[in-house]
């Protein structure tokens, strides 16, 4: 990068004009020229000038393009091990250190990794503008940024609940890793994680296999008990309870992984959902509660708030289905998480025997479901696929009813 782009692009962003900046240390036509690249300065005007932008030239000048490409690499290291506080420290470095002026390549790659970034730090930002800006660059990256590309598009739809987007590019990422004969467990396991929002446990066992299969090879135990959840959850999903519950608990009783409040609260959870699909809603209650009061996550206690109100509900004690309706609803304000939000509103509309109202119809019919199946949110689309079904048979349009039987047949099959 020339010295006189240098000096204007820092001038520029520190918002001061040639006057302000060559006062007292040369002339504005000097200063002027420099910019232009005209002269050379001398190297003591030089020092006065970054001195003056606050700026180290030093520094500046010993980040070439190799040492700011091995400096993005590491801050994908740090970000993809949760080394989060390291991971901020190289994003500032690189945000000032980064100019228009650098090789456009490198500018892309900065972009793509810091995007990852800033999802990994706000898991419930939608970043929907740098994510357009993100799918602009695909066609600029080759080999294992391409990769890159495609994992980290793939993880922001999983963090956000788009499970059926999240697995095409998870897939996308897997084709380009097998191409250029890349190693990267996380991919495996991110993959299962989408099959299992997917509700399609046996691909998400087959891939969170292939994950710990790597993992405990490279001895990485805390990414090992990550995959132990998983497999928990899929055969609580399997209907496999005892070993589902083998799994949760070994989770549990795993050190240090047991002690985080958060895989405590989630693990907790789930052994509360098991309980509830058991029949065992006291049980299922008690670990709930558990897990709402150490929840760090909004999306994990708006979660765990209506399997609450759902099992109140199921009990006939409604008074308190209602009284956690409330407060997931209250909770939910401002917040982007759709998919939860749907559910509260069924269940509160279950609970008032609103669901033959012709606006919740049309809103089950209409917005509810299609946005379930472009997710790809199986388990959801049977429930309320019942639902309907069960409503139109209450109002005797049988057409109707048998319609939606039919649908969930589909399903099942």
């Not at 309907?388 to 349009?397: D, G, R």
């Not at 048998?402 to 969930?408: F, V």
Request: hydrophobic share 35%.
């Amino acid at each position: 990068m020339e010295l006189g782009s240098m000096i204007q692009f820092y001038r520029t962003k520190n918002g001061l004009t040639q006057k302000e900046l060559a006062n007292g240390v040369c002339s504005v036509s000097y200063l002027s020229k420099i910019e232009s690249g005209a002269i050379e300065p001398k190297p003591d005007t030089v020092e006065l000038l970054f001195e003056r932008l606050k700026m180290d030239y030093e520094k500046l000048t010993s980040y070439d393009v190799p040492t700011i490409h091995n400096q993005i690499n590491q801050l994908y290291k740090h970000i993809s091990n949760k080394q989060l506080d390291q991971a901020k420290s190289i994003v500032n470095e690189l945000k000032e250190i980064i100019t228009p002026f650098h090789d456009p390549d490198l500018q892309k790659y900065f972009q793509l990794i810091h995007f990852y970034y800033l999802i990994v730090q706000d898991t419930t930002n939608k970043l929907s503008m740098n994510l357009q800006e993100l799918m602009n660059l695909e066609d600029t990256f080759k080999g294992e940024k391409l990769f890159y590309f495609y994992k980290i598009v793939g993880f922001y739809y999983n963090c956000h609940l788009n499970s059926k987007m999240a697995n095409q590019y998870f897939h996308k990422a897997i084709e380009i890793l097998e191409e250029q004969n890349l190693r990267d467990p996380e991919i495996y396991y991110l993959l299962a994680l989408s099959y299992m929002g997917m509700q399609k446990p046996v691909y998400s066992n087959y891939y969170v296999g292939m994950a710990l299969e790597q993992y405990a090879n490279d001895l990485l135990y805390r990414k090992v008990t990550d995959c132990y959840h998983l497999l928990g959850i899929n055969y609580l999903n399997l209907g496999a309870f005892d070993i589902s519950e083998t799994y949760l608990q070994q989770v549990l009783q795993s050190k240090p992984m047991g002690d985080s409040p958060t895989v405590h609260s989630r693990v907790t959870h789930n052994l509360g959902i098991m309980h509830e699909r058991r029949g065992d809603l006291d049980q299922a209650l008690k670990f709930l509660h558990d897990a709402l009061e150490h929840h760090e996550n909004l999306y994990d206690v708006a979660h765990s708030t209506i399997m609450i109100a759902k099992i109140y509900f199921q009990k006939g004690e409604h008074h308190l289905a209602e009284e956690y309706i409330k407060q997931g609803e209250s909770k939910l304000q401002g917040s982007n998480l759709t998919k939860i939000r749907h559910r509260f509103y069924i269940l509160k509309h279950q609970l008032y025997n609103k669901t033959h109202d012709q606006a919740f119809i049309d809103r089950a019919e209409n917005v509810i479901l299609p946005y379930y199946k472009s997710v790809g949110e199986t388990a959801l689309t049977q429930e309320l696929l019942e639902l309907l079904a069960e409503v139109y048979t209450e109002k005797q349009e049988y057409e109707k009813a048998i319609e939606y039987y039919k649908r969930l047949t589909n399903i099942n099959n």
